[in-house]
């Protein structure tokens, strides 16, 4: 795990780390509803949204927006690993995926089939129901694995035909936090559908680190913002250059590979150029490398450790505080022991309401979310049998001593 010191540092970069402007003190663990967001990107952000100009005029505030816009779309390039494509800027990140799969559907082959998870998002699942029902393609659902609350490359392979036009793939639930291998999927589609267009859902994934879109062989990725230690109002999108020349809404006469729409919010990109920059500061911690890449990476190997580190506290204990494994009314998803699992632990404890759990947690200064079985988690949730669980979101800013604070707290409402 990360040295105090460092922790110091890291969380230093960020606002309301510990204490909640409308609440006061408290722990935060609902980093998979929303990152906190670095104190850069509230900075940036406020300076670029006071600026009247606009882009495409000779003028040098004009010349400026561009420019940033430019650097910004290079810096989400080298973070995610993208050696070609271009990224784009959304409304969210249901938005873009909504977008992103409507036209691979509607531009790829006629006939064949969608395939996607039972693990996902509603937005990939709705947009995949909802335009191969348009489309006349067949929409197949693969089950996830209820045991490990996951799925991986063996479960897509009995699914794929050659007539696959388009796949949808999750890299981590958000609600029972276990990650995807990507390129072991996409590799198993290739082989049988080589033309098969990929959409990858990072958005849960994309705060813990580790993104590698060149080895994923895929057709375009999806982040948002604010699960990502940047704002809310705007999801980000790398498209392959396959996926950016499909036929696409655009303004009549505007360029071939234009996909925005209207004007961007040059203060999005900006801050995601903060976003970029922080977790290259991070990673400059763990080598000498000055390559922004290379440092990148480091940042994500260190995340992940650090995130272990606080899973493992949480399941085991920490500091003479009994964890999650010997509290025997405590029901983990996915089980004590997962190797997919990134930073969030779901769990239900047996005979006590899930909300009232997230109260309790709420009034000693501990925040959680519960998740109910309604149409953003009802395909986690009823698979197996349950209503509602509680959801704990760490992330790499996380300590050890606000496990401890969360299993104290919880122990108070556990049944006799
Ligand atoms: C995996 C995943 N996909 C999609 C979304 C939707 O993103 P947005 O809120 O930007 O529309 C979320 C939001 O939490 C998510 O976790």
């Known amino acids: 795990m990360f040295e105090e010191k460092l922790l110091n540092e890291i969380r230093d970069q960020f606002h ?8 006061g003190p408290r722990a935060f663990f609902e980093n998979a509803g929303g990152s906190l967001t670095l104190k850069s990107v509230v900075t940036v952000n406020a300076e670029l949204s006071a ?58 082959e006629e006939g064949g089939s969608v395939l996607g998870s039972t693990l996902e998002h509603p937005a990939t699942r709705s947009a995949s129901r909802q335009w ?22 063996d479960d897509y392979k009995k699914h794929i035909t050659p007539d696959v036009r388009v796949a949808t793939i999750i890299q981590t639930s958000p609600v029972t936090g276990m990650g995807v291998d990507i ?20 958005i849960q994934h994309a705060a813990h680190g580790g993104i590698d879109v060149d080895a994923y062989q895929i057709d375009a990725f999806t982040m948002s913002a604010y699960k990502v230690f940047s704002k809310h109002n705007y999801g980000v999108a790398w498209l392959s250059p396959r996926m950016a020349a499909m036929e696409h809404e655009k303004l009549d006469g505007s360029a071939d590979l234009q996909w925005e729409l209207g004007t961007r919010d040059t203060s999005a990109y900006a801050t995601f150029s903060e976003v970029v920059k922080y977790v290259e500061w991070l990673g400059s911690n763990f080598t000498n490398s000055t390559d922004r890449r290379e440092r990148i990476l480091a940042a994500g190997a260190a995340m992940s450790e650090h995130e272990e580190g606080l899973v493992s506290a949480m399941i085991d204990g920490v500091d003479g505080q009994r964890g999650l494994r010997d509290m025997p009314t405590v029901q983990v998803i996915g089980g004590h022991d997962n190797k997919h699992r990134e930073g969030l632990v779901a ?7 899930s909300a009232d759990v997230v109260s309790h947690l709420n009034n000693d200064g501990v925040r959680t979310h519960v998740r109910k079985n309604d149409y953003f988690s009802g395909n986690i949730l009823e698979p197996l049998g349950l209503d509602t669980c509680i959801r704990v979101s760490m992330c790499h800013y996380n300590s050890a001593a606000e496990v401890k604070k969360f299993l104290q707290s919880l122990e108070g409402v556990l049944p006799a």
Do not use: W
């Not at 309301?16 to 609440?23: K, R, T």
């Open 16 to 23: 309301h780390v510990d204490s909640c402007p409308y609440q």
């Open 51 to 108: 600026i009247p100009d606009n882009q495409g005029r000779d003028n040098p505030a004009s010349h400026e927006l561009v420019r940033i816009i430019e650097q910004a779309r290079a810096d989400a390039m080298t973070l995610i690993g993208a050696s070609s494509g271009q990224i784009i800027v959304g409304e969210s990140g249901t938005e873009l995926l909504f977008r992103l799969v409507r036209t691979a559907i509607v531009g790829s």
């Open 132 to 153: 191969a029902e348009k489309t006349n393609k067949t929409h197949v659902l693969i089950a996830h694995d209820n045991q490990s609350a996951s799925i991986n490359s």
């Open 183 to 202: 390129a072991a999927v996409s590799k198993e589609i290739r082989a049988v559908s080589p033309e098969c267009f990929i959409i990858v859902d990072g």
């Open 347 to 353: 769990l239900v404890v047996e005979g006590v309401p």
